[in-house]
């Protein structure tokens, strides 16, 4: 078999990219090590920057998410009973678009159905080969049969436990990581949000997240310990937990009723560099992690597939290379300053097992400067909301 590229992972970066690449012409197949629904089953964040909405759009995948999305104009901060408005919209004239990664990934592999673009699922055992060639190939098992894609490029789409970024030699890998000493229990509810727009809360007890999927079926968070299980935890533990570290106001707001979703997210930092050896470009998840606090995992793959894509489109059609040899310095100049947005909301919202009486309080002189100063404000917002690409 040939391709002209072989996308490994199914997930919003594989697919999205699998979109673009088709509207261009461009035959890309996608491998997936696990089923469509399993892909589906995933539950992940729902905060898209306009960036990616425009790609979405680029990609022709954008009808329901345009019916069906929410607009956030800012969102709200909560310093224990203190609870202040960072409006975006006033302040930088963008806004940011809720609609759960969910469906994100259920649009792209409908429309990727729809093109009949190739897509193997339960793919096993795939192996990049002679990716620093000018003939990479691709082999897989696929229903106990082997195969094998010739290919001119392969984008490693395939999250953070793929084999892509491992292709990568350790002598040509150089990786960046900062472990977070908690995680995020997170549940699912259909009640409706307790707010319009997000409550990040920094409270005596840990963060808390208010956040929600549409107008009846919410998503909260709060801060556990690393070694605490989601089983540990009953649906009226956690909502007398979340009550607690939320504004009176809101906690009176809150709807309850049985989670329907519950799982622990650890929090981390990572980044490899490059995102590109030879013929083989990293995206999304597989080059990159950042803690959930700055809604940045899946615009962060966004900018990466903008970058590879145009610079695909660019070899394909103009014959010129500078888009793939740029590729990696482009995607991680804006990467780098999603991790540090990323590490600064973290940082500023959590209570650490660490911190002593002098880090509180340049915790909470962070919050206050937030809080009283506009400049402060639009840097957050500039940040929230997404760089340029
Ligand atoms: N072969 C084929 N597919 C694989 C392999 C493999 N060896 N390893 C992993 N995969 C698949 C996974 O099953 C998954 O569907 O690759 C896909 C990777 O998808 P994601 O992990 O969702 O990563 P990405 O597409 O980059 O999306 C990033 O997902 O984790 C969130 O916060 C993150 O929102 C961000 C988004
Ligand atoms: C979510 O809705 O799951 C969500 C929203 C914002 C975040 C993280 C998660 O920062």
């Known amino acids: 078999m040939r391709s002209q590229v072989v996308i490994i992972g199914g997930g919003p970066s594989g697919l999205l990219l699998g979109q673009l690449l088709h509207r261009k012409g461009i035959d890309a197949v996608v491998l997936e090590r696990k089923t469509r629904d399993y892909v589906l089953g995933r539950i992940r964040a729902g905060i898209l920057e306009t960036g990616f909405v425009n790609l979405m759009r680029e990609a022709g995948v954008s009808d329901r998410l345009d019916k069906e999305c929410f607009i956030h104009d800012g969102t ?27 469906e994100v990934t259920r649009d792209l592999y409908d429309a990727r159905e729809a093109a009949g673009a190739e897509t193997y699922f339960n793919v096993e055992d795939v192996v990049i080969n002679d990716a620093d060639s000018d003939a990479p190939f691709v082999t897989f098992t696929v229903g106990g049969e082997t195969k094998r894609i010739d290919c001119d490029y392969v984008a490693g789409c395939d999250g953070f436990h793929g084999v892509s970024r491992q292709t990568i030699p350790l002598s040509v ?14 549940i699912l509810s259909e009640t409706p949000p307790v707010n319009e727009e997000l409550i990040y809360s920094n409270s005596e007890r840990g963060f808390a997240l208010c956040s929600m999927r549409n107008a009846n079926l919410s ?24 009550k607690r570290r939320i504004p009176q106001e809101a906690a009176d707001a809150l709807v309850t009723g049985p989670s329907i979703e519950k799982s622990i997210a650890p929090l981390r930092s990572f980044v490899t560099e490059p995102m590109r050896w030879g013929r083989l470009f990293l995206c999304g ?69 660490e911190m002593n009486a ?30 340029p690409y």
């Open 358 to 387: 002098f880090d509180l309080r340049m915790q909470q002189a962070d919050i206050a400067f937030l809080r009283e100063n506009r400049d402060a404000q639009k840097v957050m917002a500039t940040n929230y909301v997404g760089l």
């Open 173 to 186: 890998r150089k990786e960046y990581e900062k472990v977070y000493p908690f995680g995020w229990l997170g």
């Open 76 to 102: 709200l901060i909560a310093d224990g009973e203190d609870m202040f408005h960072i409006n975006f919209k006033e302040l930088i004239g963008d806004s940011v678009v809720l609609y759960g990664q969910t």
């Open 285 to 353: 998840d597989a080059a990159h992690i950042v803690p959930p606090t700055g809604a940045k995992g899946l615009n962060t793959a966004a900018s990466d597939i903008h970058y590879l894509y145009n610079a695909l489109v660019q070899v394909y059609e103009e014959k010129d290379a500078e888009g793939i040899d740029r590729y990696s310095e482009k995607a991680l100049a804006r990467i780098w300053k999603a991790e540090r947005f990323s590490w600064w909301m973290t940082t500023l919202l959590h209570r650490f097992p």
């Open 219 to 242: 998503r909260y968070y709060i801060q556990c310990s690393l070694s605490d299980h989601a089983e540990d935890w009953t649906d009226a533990a956690f909502w007398e937990e979340l």
